[in-house]
């Protein structure tokens, strides 16, 4: 009975999202970098053909585990130790004019920015061609507490809220946990933000075999996203997938 009540809850929550993204889709928006006016939260077409076409310009070369643009052919983070995670879609490069929209999320405590950017992933992850398998479940980097505190929201936690609308995938908000608090990653060199990264989080719920897709809002030396990954893997996961914003 328990397991019937469950699944008409996930069922009846997934027509709610439904409902919720088609009432959205008419609501008239201005873009939030040109302000033009479009419909529902999103970008208006040229804006973000501007933004995210080079993530899909096959004359830019990328990794394709991390998605980093590569300089010199290689990806030398990738090549000096393969991260826990499969793969890694980003909607845009962390670059102006782009930037400004992770900004007005986590600096200007825009809440309204978290489904445009989700929007932004799920459409790459259609143009990337990602399948994600049946059961795959959505988790978010968890924040700090005195990021929380800062903010009153985990950013990426509301993106990861959005996204799961956007994919149709269940989002776990508590799967991932911090052990400790760190210091601020915008403080702290790449060596140093893989030292205070390392055994950081764990998984407080088993995964038996699932597909973890984590989320993010930027992904900038990968430290993060691969402690989360391997707390993931730690806790069962089969696999997972990297979705970032930037």
Do not use: W
């Amino acid at each position: 009975m328990s397991d019937i009540i469950a699944h008409t809850g996930s069922a009846f929550r997934l027509t709610l999202r439904r409902a919720g993204r088609s009432l959205l889709a008419r609501i008239g928006c201005d873009c939030p970098l040109c302000g033009a006016r479009v419909a529902g939260a999103r970008l208006c077409a040229g804006c973000e053909s501007d933004i995210a076409g080079s993530m899909a310009d096959p004359a830019v070369p990328r990794c394709p585990r991390c998605a980093l643009r590569l300089r010199h052919g290689h990806c030398a983070a990738c090549l000096a130790g393969a991260p826990p995670f499969s793969r890694c879609v980003a909607a845009f490069d962390y670059e102006p004019p782009a930037d400004i929209l992770v900004h007005m999320l986590k600096s200007g405590l825009r809440l309204s920015m978290a489904p445009v950017l989700a929007g932004m992933m799920a459409r790459a992850c259609a143009r990337q061609g990602l399948v994600l398998p049946a059961g795959a479940v959505l988790v978010p980097v968890p924040a700090g507490r005195a990021s929380l505190r800062r903010r009153g929201m985990n950013p990426a936690a509301e993106i990861a809220r959005a996204l799961a609308g956007e994919l149709d995938i269940p989002l776990a908000r508590a799967v991932l946990a911090r052990r400790r608090e760190t210091p601020r990653q915008a403080t702290l060199d790449r060596r140093a933000r893989r030292r205070a990264a390392q055994g950081l989080y764990v998984c407080r719920e088993p995964l038996a075999g699932r597909h973890a897709v984590l989320v993010d809002d930027v992904m900038t030396t990968g430290s993060t996203v691969r402690a989360a990954a391997q707390a993931l893997i730690a806790g069962g996961a089969q696999d997972v997938t990297v979705l970032v914003a930037a």
